[in-house]
């Protein structure tokens, strides 16, 4: 596939596929049980989450509809190498006593604020750590 052709190798590099559970279906697994050679008993054993030799990891975050166009419907690539997070805020802890007070109970707040940046996406022309894979427009 022209995605992996497209990923910039990187010593130590562990790609995997993200795609949404309703891609998954519409594309990988169609184009699995497409393939010649199978039978009923792999079609019925199900597909391993695998595709080209890298592990399907399945992922909301995606867009859902996969016949849109011009959409991201999947993403090869290694995120260790690719994406940072960072914490925006620390952690932060507040103990509402009087809240539950009739009861002899408190309650525990924790927030905190993360971000997460992707810096090594590739383009048209240039590899990066990170793929994106578009539905025709």
């Known amino acids: ?36 050679g199978n039978t009923t008993s792999t079609v019925s054993g199900g597909t391993a989450m695998e595709f080209l030799g890298y592990p399907v990891i399945k992922t909301q975050a995606l867009p859902r509809d996969p016949s849109a166009s011009n959409e991201l419907i999947a ?7 690719g994406a940072m997070m960072g914490a925006r805020r620390d952690l932060r802890m507040q103990i509402l006593r009087e809240l539950y007070a009739v009861n002899d109970q408190l309650a525990i707040v924790a927030t905190s604020r993360s971000d997460t940046v992707i810096h090594d996406v590739g383009t048209s022309t240039k590899a990066g750590s990170i793929v994106g894979i578009y539905s025709p427009a």
């Open 1 to 36: 596939h022209e995605a992996v052709g497209k990923l910039k190798w990187y010593s130590g590099i562990q790609p995997a596929w993200y795609v949404n559970h309703e891609g998954l279906a519409e594309s990988f697994q169609k184009l699995l049980y497409a393939a010649g």
């Open 75 to 81: 993403v090869l690539g290694d995120l260790s190498l």
